[in-house]
């Protein structure tokens, strides 16, 4: 090869500045393989059941690399794993085992949501248009129904199971936020809106992708149908009634008779085996979360008992987070939980406690009558003795019934830590 010969040295500059541009331009072909995400918003669709279910996403930059948000009415979950797969985008979804692999063509997208912690691993094909900002219709048709205010529903399975919940909806013409509380947790952030006499609701946090459809039964009563992810449908009714409400999440799990305290040891994330009778933890309050890395619930309360613990560790308060996960397997677990521990900045301990199921919780915890929900926590005493068992979390997507369950949490702690050990 024969190489050029430069008779001045500014020559030879832009000839080498030339080669450097060359080659930082194919790095990042080879990086980004191609594939350029337009900042802004995405209206992305999940096709499943028959159905569409829309959620919103927006493109942008962070610390000077490109992230993602899923959108839903308030909250903005940050999406900063983006790597290359073939001829397409691999897009972790935050603390989740799961992913969107995404081609991107323009402003196209068509790709598949991946669910990695099932049983059995699937996948849901998607498709996504930038610029759009619209979860549902674009110009919908005046509302004619007003689903605003409080609504006593009932959700039923295909076998005839059947569940309360509390619908709690604010509407302002055709747009619609709000969600369904229920004795186990909440459906987090819906949004949707009315189109004539039609509801439609939807989500998607990066592990459940939910749509609820409705139309008015009578003129006080609503039926519907909920599709949740690849299979999931219920159908449902609520009666509109502001006086609706749950059991008291206070008394749905409790101790067993001729028990007062709990007794447990599992493996922290390193493999080295933790007691909650060890000296750290004595004299102590004590705050039990039955938690996993899998559970949307799980990670509202976490981000509120995360900083807590950070701002009151000084007055006698520990956390200890029991992780019932997806894989029995030690190593999988806690690899699970280590990125949630990671990415919700927990300072506290985490335990490998055993599998994502309420009856392996309850057999793991035998002075408990039983397990109904991930997350469950339990309010122990510096004496050693559970205080308060608390089934379930209202996550902030409630609004009110969040605001009232921080104020009673402040107000046991604050009891619970003026005692004296």
């Known amino acids: ?59 942008a930059e962070k610390d000077g690399k490109s992230v993602l948000y899923l959108v839903n009415d308030k909250e903005r979950i940050l999406l900063d794993s983006i790597q290359p797969q073939g001829d397409s985008l691999k897009i972790g979804l935050h603390i989740f085992d799961a992913d969107l692999i995404a081609k991107v063509e323009g402003g196209k997208m068509t790709g598949r949501f991946v669910k990695n912690d099932t049983q059995t691993p699937y996948s849901i094909p998607f498709t996504a ?15 004619t129904l007003n689903v605003d205010g409080k609504w006593q529903v009932v959700f039923t399975d295909a076998e005839g199971s059947s569940y309360d919940a509390v619908g709690v909806f604010s509407q302002n013409g055709n ?30 946090d990066g592990n459940h992708a939910y749509l609820f ?10 039926k519907g149908e909920f599709y949740s992810g690849m299979t999931g449908r219920e159908s449902w009714t609520a009666t509109r009634n502001e006086n609706a409400k749950l059991a008291d999440a206070d ?6 008779p001729g028990y007062d305290a709990l007794s447990f040891t599992f493996p922290n994330l390193e493999g080295e085996k933790v007691s909650l009778s060890d000296p750290k933890y004595k004299g102590k309050v004590v705050l039990v979360q039955l938690v996993g890395s899998w559970c949307p619930n799980c990670m509202d309360e976490t981000m509120f008992l995360a900083p807590y613990y950070d701002q009151n560790k000084d007055r006698g308060l520990e956390i200890i987070g029991l992780g019932f996960e997806r894989s029995p397997e030690f190593d999988k677990a806690a690899a699970r939980l280590s990125k949630m521990k990671d990415r919700l900045n927990i300072n506290y301990d985490l335990l490998v406690a055993g599998v994502s199921e ?5 057999q793991a915890l035998p002075a408990l ?34 605001e009232d369950w921080v104020k009673e949490f402040n107000k046991t702690m604050d009891e619970l830590l003026a005692e004296k050990a």
């Open 213 to 222: 459809t409705a139309k008015p039964a009578t003129d006080s009563t609503l």
């Open 175 to 204: 747009n619609v936020k709000g969600t369904f509380l229920t004795e186990t947790g909440d459906y987090r952030y819906l949004d949707g809106q009315v189109e004539g006499d039609q509801l439609k609701l939807s989500t998607f």
């Open 1 to 59: 090869m024969k190489l050029p010969v430069f008779n001045t040295p500014v020559k030879l500059f832009l000839f080498l500045a030339l080669i450097l541009t060359t080659m930082i331009t194919a790095c990042t072909s080879t990086t980004s393989n191609n594939q350029t995400i337009t900042p802004g918003m995405w209206r992305v669709v999940l096709h499943t059941q028959g159905q569409e279910i829309p959620f919103l996403m927006e493109a």
């Open 369 to 402: 009558n039983k397990v109904m929900s991930f997350p469950t926590t339990i309010f122990i005493g510096r004496d050693g003795k559970v205080r308060k068992i608390h089934t379930g979390f209202s996550g902030p997507g409630t609004g009110k019934y969040y």
């Open 251 to 256: 008394s749905l799990t409790f101790l067993k």
């Open 129 to 143: 248009e930038h610029g759009k900002n619209n979860r549902f219709a674009e110009a919908p048709a005046k509302a």
């Open 358 to 362: 309420k009856d392996a919780a309850a």
